[in-house]
């Protein structure tokens, strides 16, 4: 939801705003994974996304290129500075699509530079509104089921519900979905 409240440093308030992205917003989408793979391995989390930064990945360069091609992503900004993004569209190829009219969160990432003002929550907002504007029955997301688990515990807070484990390689994943 465009301009969910957050606070801000110093206590002020601070205004989420969400807008389309697009191909010029690939090196801050970067950026934004290379600031949480960070906070995660500061943390001994290295399961989800890795110990090293996205930025000099080629792999993982061109996939954010690629949604950011894609026409679904979109980018959270906090006082004009990219805070985070959604990418929403189709289900990667490791997941079965869904039966019916579906909206898939193919990546969801906040930057830590942002914690705690509601930037994840005005992208999950956003990617809500955009399947129920859709028609879609559903909105779908996977993420790292591994660890603590409370990714997929996040997930459940805002309504989803556990549809199926699986695995790439040997990472743990979880596809959650949303009747709309």
Known sequence: MSGAAG???????SRVEVRA??????AA????????????????ITGQW?????TG??????????WARGGGLRIAEVGGEPAGCVSVGAPPPYV?????????????????????????AALLDRALAEAGERGVAVLRVD??????????RWYEEWGFEREAPFTVGEWPGMVLRRSL
């Open 29 to 44: 989408v970067l950026a934004m994974f290379d600031s949480a793979v960070a906070w995660l391995v500061s943390r001994g």
């Open 57 to 66: 990945d080629e792999r993982r360069t061109e996939q954010v290129r690629a």
């Open 7 to 13: 606070r801000a440093a110093g206590g002020a308030r």
């Open 96 to 120: 079965r699509p869904a039966e019916v009219p579906e909206l898939y969160v193919q990546a969801l990432v906040v930057d830590r530079r942002f914690p705690g003002m509601g930037v994840g």
């Open 143 to 152: 993420c790292y089921a591994g660890g603590d688990g409370r990714l997929v």
């Open 21 to 26: 992205g697009g191909p010029r917003d690939a």
């Open 50 to 54: 890795g110990e090293r930064p996205f």
